[in-house]
């Protein structure tokens, strides 16, 4: 069993910056792919960054590409979403997941929600115009 708890979510003015933290507890996530997902009011939830297990391999949706930047630290066991130039659009709340299965050695970044069983809580992200 994993516990995945966020943290850093807040208010941020539209160009600013905010930055996200994953602490897992329960076994190490050291061997598998974490995720950042958000979820808008009234939208789906949407698959925003993911990082591979020894943080070689990135995904970013298009939607953020250029102003995000995931990264881990496998001996703090948690993981990170520097979010720089803040939108308005970026308004939502955040969560952390793990993947199902280890992709070591795998170059496939997983970034489907149904590929992640494992989530945090999520942390509220408010970006204002």
């Known amino acids: 069993q994993v516990q995945l708890v966020e943290s850093g979510g807040g208010l941020a003015q539209a160009g600013g910056s905010l930055r996200l933290s994953c602490a897992a507890s329960?076994?190490?996530?050291?061997?598998?792919?974490m995720g950042w997902f958000r979820q808008a009011p009234g939208q789906e939830r949407e698959s925003v960054a993911a990082i591979s297990w020894s943080g070689g391999r990135t995904y970013y949706a298009d939607s953020v590409k250029g102003r995000f930047t995931i990264s881990r630290d496998n001996a703090k066991n948690t993981v990170y979403l520097q979010m720089n130039s803040l939108k308005p659009d970026d308004t939502a709340v955040y969560y952390c997941?793990?993947?199902?299965?280890?992709?070591?050695?795998?170059?496939?970044?997983?970034?489907?929600?149904?590929?992640?069983?494992?989530w945090g809580q999520g942390t509220q992200v408010t970006v204002s115009s």
């Open positions: 997941a793990t993947a199902r299965i280890p992709y070591i050695g795998s170059s496939y970044v997983p970034r489907a929600e149904g590929e992640y069983n494992y």
């Open positions: 329960g076994r190490t996530v050291s061997s598998y792919t």
